[in-house]
């Protein structure tokens, strides 16, 4: 069987895709190959998973937050990458004058799951450069140029879109190289799966209860047929599984105070992931609309996420038409579902 060609080899036989963003991308991966190895080691490596301090928003930062952040900024310092935007920041730095592209990135998604031996991961946005630094980003994720995620996880994995598909990637542990596995990944479109936080039910508005609980109702109710809940809480993870194998992730927003507009960030999370699931062919929304077609008004600015099967998130959006009566129902009197 022929070696698979490892991922500069497949930009540099690609010329389509612009020799700044690739680039970039290889020093993501780079950074991302030393992490991987220090994850790995665990507690050999230290209190990777103590927390030293907060971010902006008041969440909690992790010794690797910040070692993951400092390694991302260094090695993008000899990119095309002028902005640099990190949720461990509070603001856009400037890491090249020259430079014509702007990244954001979560450096290390799930870090409360460090110490678990649980995957985490690191996701990553590209635009065009403009003048001003918070407009490079605070603009609608049709723009992006490429968007991807690092998975640290029994494999260390590279999903990444450039526009044109999405391909997937593993680090080879003999040779250091991340490979191409999938030069285009397709989201399932049957899955029983759903991911969502079921502690926060109490919290939920009525249409997102209502979804839900017509797929708990299982075969007897409306849908039809049985569920499986699947919850990771690190974001890379939960989306590697439904790329991998269909299903829906929800993480709506809700009644409490800071979760009015969901928790997940658009600019570092939501965004780079909604292009790679809709790149995949699936869908992502904040629960009603396409979400890359929508902005945030500030850097850290959040925004609700439901994303996988087309059919699946189309069907959430349903439940947010539905009248007061409807989604406050049994499950079985729902007008929407009777025939």
């Known amino acids: 069987m022929a070696k698979p060609v490892d991922i500069a080899e497949y930009l540099a036989t690609h010329p389509e895709i612009r020799g700044e963003v690739g680039a970039a991308v290889l020093a993501m991966c780079s950074v991302g190959k030393m992490l991987s190895h220090k994850i790995a080691r665990g507690a050999l490596e230290g209190a990777m998973g103590e927390q030293v301090g907060e971010n902006t928003d008041g969440d909690g930062q992790k010794a690797l937050d910040i070692i993951a952040d400092e390694m991302f900024c260094t090695a993008l310092k ?145 849908r039809g047929k049985n569920f499986n809940m699947r919850w990771v809480a690190s974001l890379v993870a939960d989306t590697h599984r439904i790329m991998s194998r269909g299903g829906i992730f929800l993480y709506p927003s809700d009644h409490r105070r800071g979760y009015e507009r969901g928790r997940l960030r658009m600019t570092y999370e939501c965004a780079p992931i909604a292009m790679l699931v809709e790149q995949a062919g699936g ?34 959006a349903t439940y947010h038409d539905l009248p007061e009566n409807e989604t406050s129902a049994l499950f079985r009197d729902r007008g929407l579902f009777r025939e």
């Not at 400037?94 to 954001?104: C, R, S």
């Open 283 to 316: 869908l992502a929304t904040d629960g009603c609309d396409r979400l890359l077609e929508q902005t945030v008004k500030t850097l850290h600015g959040r925004t609700p996420l439901v994303f996988g099967t087309p059919e699946k998130v189309n069907r959430v």
């Open 78 to 222: 000899d990119t095309a990458v002028r902005w640099y935007a990190s949720e461990e920041r509070e603001e856009v730095g400037e890491i090249n004058p020259t430079g014509t592209l702007a990244l954001a990135t979560d450096p290390l998604d799930g870090s409360s799951n460090i110490d678990n031996n649980v995957s985490i991961g690191t996701i990553f946005s590209i635009f065009d450069a403009k003048a001003d630094p918070n407009a490079s980003f605070l603009r609608p994720g049709t723009e992006q140029v490429a968007a991807g995620y690092i998975i640290y996880g029994p494999q260390t994995g590279l999903m990444v879109t450039f526009g044109n598909g999405t391909l997937s990637f593993i680090l080879d542990p003999d040779t250091s190289e991340f490979l191409l596995v999938n030069p285009a990944v397709k989201i399932a479109e049957a899955s029983s799966e759903f991911a969502i936080n079921a502690s926060n039910y109490r919290h939920w508005t009525k249409p997102v209860r209502a979804y839900i609980d017509d797929a708990l109702a299982g075969e007897t109710g409306p």
